[in-house]
């Protein structure tokens, strides 16, 4: 499928280009086969713009931000400070000096979870989690709740794939709860969370909202105003970016009141033996030598998706989505998992009736079609489900129907050579 857009001023024309072409690691083969790469929502490839802009901060511009105060060093704090203005942007972030860069969504929330958690919870207090979350947005929880003495309660899933709504005011009817920490898009069933209603509720029960938008930026408009959630967290490499890179977003008040995450140089205004005074937010989160080349290269992501169109991208998507789910709900030995309706994105769990999800990943790799099996890193959310494992496929802007063809007839031929042993 191409994608075919208006000529912009900076970055690529999308006119009449195969946007398959900008990956260059898509062009390689697995097992003698045309690599069809159905695994971003694991990570994603990364396009040449990403590739050339990492590389010419380390061959042109290395040095280190913030610190020295020749040509060089202020050229590369520049274009830190410049990626930083890029994403808020992107983000509909009102002010850039609240979005701070970390290693990823994991680390994101690792830093709300510390702290705003171990200084903010007390012994009774509750955190609102839900059945479909990645463990990075249950462990870091479980431990604040642990160092705290507050618990977690978790939404359940309904029978369709959603959060039950009505369980989640349930919760928040006790008065205790303090956070309610949500994925914007579930890994395992691509199910779109109605983000800025379940916001609204956590707001008018007392508690604040944290996002983990680690499967929906790059894949769907983000405004971080329009959500209203407190927090937002993301991942560079999920979004066409490298790895190593994420941020936060947090309302200004909460950031400012919040201690230190990590301890180090540069996050300092003064340094004494036996205490410190910290710097503002975002470098008040930011200790240490921080991913410059990769905050850069995240920054040419943004470029790359803004040439496309996140609306774009997101009807690209969905076009894949629906072709693999008739395809599949076609095979008779397949089950797949996950809502029918536009609150769905690209990612697919699936499986074959009586074969291990690690021997269907196996096996389609031999027709060079690459897609995860396992728990996904949301073991609860398999026990909602009712299974030990899934096998997943998931599509980014690189995706074409003729991938989504070949992944169909890898899994036909899988379930019909399993069906006859």
Known sequence: ??????????????????????????????????????????????????????????TVHNANVHRGVYGLAQEATELYEAARTTLAAFLNAPDPRNLVFTRGTTEAINLVAHAWGRYALRPGDEIVVTELEHHSNLVPWQLAAGATGARLRAVRLTPEGRLDLGHLRELLASGRVRMVAVAHVSNVLGTVHPVAQIARLAHAAGALCLVDGAQAAGHRAVDVQALGADFYALSGHKMYGPTGIGALWGRAELLEAMPPFMGGGEMIETVEI????????????????????????????????????????????????????????????????????????????????????????????????????????????????????????????YTTPEDVDAFLRAVERCAAFFASA
């Open 1 to 58: 499928m191409t994608l075919s857009s208006r000529p912009t001023s900076s970055g690529p024309s999308w006119t009449d280009l195969d946007v398959r072409a900008d990956f260059p690691l898509l062009s390689r083969l697995e097992n003698g086969h045309p690599l069809v790469y159905l695994d971003t929502a694991a990570t994603s490839q990364k396009p040449r713009a990403v590739l050339e802009a990492t590389d010419s901060f380390f």
């Open 274 to 397: 036996g205490e410190s005074t910290f710097a503002p937010p975002p470098l008040r989160f930011e200790p240490g030598t921080p991913p410059a080349a990769q905050a850069v290269g995240l920054a040419a992501a943004v470029r790359f998706l803004e040439a496309i169109g996140l609306d774009r991208v997101r009807a690209h998507e969905a076009a894949l989505l629906e072709r693999a789910l008739r395809g599949l709900d076609a095979l008779p030995d397949v089950v797949t998992y996950g809502p029918q309706g536009e609150d769905r994105a690209g990612v697919i769990s699936f499986n074959v009736r009586g074969v291990h999800p690690h021997d269907v990943a196996t096996f389609l790799d031999e027709d060079g079609v690459t897609v995860r099996a396992g728990q996904h890193c949301a073991q609860p959310a398999m026990r909602a489900l009712g299974v030990d494992a899934t096998a997943r496929a998931s599509f980014g802007v």
